[in-house]
């Protein structure tokens, strides 16, 4: 966690979702000459005002770990996203420069990223609508104005890395879908930085062997919730453009997709914005432990604390995240559970 409220704080799965990702300044002229030498096809632009963005804070949450393959950052100040998209496989490049964001796009899916730039980017969301009524998430709110919640329109790319986040380790979840996108998805086109890749497309998911499952550490549960979600990708992927209640209710009819699973997803696919998440090991007692001085906070208490922010609650969970005001280890971390090992 970085910023002045998080000098240092448990690398959980709960405070890595506080979604702050460090993008370097704009600096370095070279690298953009030799991206234009090196691009084999014409990408597709961009360009709007950049209003306060922080493209780390906005698209943190995007990233699954470090090694994300389908994220990176690179000193030029450039934010690399391989999404896939209704069109196809696209690679996406968005910077700040001069006061500006300035986007390119390449491959199939190009149009559509551009065409889904500004949502991507947080115009849909509104960060004045959050009133702080404690000290804490007026001081966070302050000192992270350039805040927004991203809306991709893009289901199954939240939802897959959200299941194999069920019930593990932050590093075992981390690794699964790195190494099952590398090995069964594709490079992502254009002069994308090295190792980046776009996911696999729904059928490929669906067809991964159950020995491939067992290699990539990912449990027969959690496999099973991926291959059945696979299978209605076209009706699950209609969810981004419902209303966040409704997105979650579809979701849920899957099996294995539950209160967790489908709100990590929608605050990501549909940017919403009160779309709290439940069931989770670590996030009521954060909430407990920054609002009341409650370490031991359950779900319903922290409803119950986060009720005055109806309608902003995950940007009020998110900003307490961020504060890196979590409480004292009081026990050791979750030991890794590694099945390829059985």
Known sequence: MAGRFAPRTPTTRTTYRGGHVPVPAARAQSRDLHLKQAQDQTPAKAEAPAQDLDLGLTLGPLRRGPGDPTFRTTADGSVWRASRTPEGPGTLRVRIHGGAVAAEAWGPGATWLLDGLPALLGADDDPDAFVPRHKLLALAHRAR??????????????????????????????????????????????????????????????????????????????????????????????????????????????????????????????????????????????????????????????????????????????????????????????????????
């Open 145 to 342: 104005r350039g805040l927004r919640l991203t809306r991709t329109g893009l289901v199954m790319e939240s939802l897959i890395p959200s299941v194999l986040e069920q019930k593990v380790t932050t590093d075992e979840a981390y690794g699964s879908w790195r190494l099952l996108v590398r090995k069964y998805g594709e490079p992502a086109p254009g002069p994308a930085p090295d190792g980046m890749y776009v996911m696999p497309d729904a059928r490929t998911w669906a067809m991964i062997p159950s020995w491939e499952w067992h290699r990539a550490n990912v449990d027969g549960k959690r496999s099973a919730t991926i291959v059945r979600a696979a299978r209605v990708a076209r009706r699950l992927e209609e969810a981004a453009h419902m209303a966040p209640a409704d997105a979650r209710k579809r979701l849920e009819l899957i099996p294995g997709i539950g209160p967790w699973t489908s709100a990590e997803t929608v605050q990501r696919s549909n940017g919403a914005p009160d779309e709290v998440t439940t069931g989770d090991l670590h996030l009521p007692g954060i909430v407990g432990w920054a609002l009341a001085g409650d370490r031991t906070a359950d779900d319903a208490a922290m409803l119950e604390l986060l009720a005055p922010y109806e309608g902003q609650r995950h940007r009020a969970a998110r900003l307490i995240l961020l504060s890196g005001r979590v409480p004292p280890r009081r026990a050791p971390r979750l030991a890794p559970n590694d099945i390829t090992m059985l």
